[in-house]
Nanobody, 126 residues
């Protein structure tokens, strides 16, 4: 499966953005996740979704502010980001790995993923 991320940009603190991750095929048996990488920092897990059943996973740092979802008709996973703050500034990547079951701890590990999209820059600044 090929992934293409889009939707990044410049937003003021407190603002919102929606990122999209379009898959080349229907990722029915996949986990699809969003990661981010700030300058000088390691890539970190943000949110994930088990496509087939819609199970959601979030990093503690984004719970209550970010929402991951999927659109089956468009083979697309979205990341709705609200209440953005400067600490959310990073390049955001989507990634996918085929089943079977994976725990949140496993989904946090970048080495679990077989497919990566190109990054999209999110900058939160006044």
């Amino acid at each position: 499966v090929q992934l293409q991320a889009s939707g990044g940009g410049l937003v003021q603190p407190g603002g919102s953005l929606r990122l999209s991750c379009a898959a080349s095929g229907r990722p029915f048996s996949y986990y699809v996740s969003w990661f981010r990488q700030a300058p000088g920092k390691a890539r970190e897990f943000v949110a994930g979704i088990k496509w087939s059943v819609g199970t959601l996973y979030y990093a503690d740092s984004v719970k209550g502010r970010f929402t991951i979802s999927r659109d089956g008709a468009k083979n697309t996973v979205y990341l709705q980001m609200n209440s953005l703050n400067p600490e959310d500034t990073a390049v955001y990547y989507c990634a996918a790995v085929q089943g079977p079951y994976r725990s949140l701890q496993q989904l946090r590990n970048i080495n679990e993923y077989d497919y990566w999209g190109q990054g999209t820059q999110v900058t939160v600044s006044s």
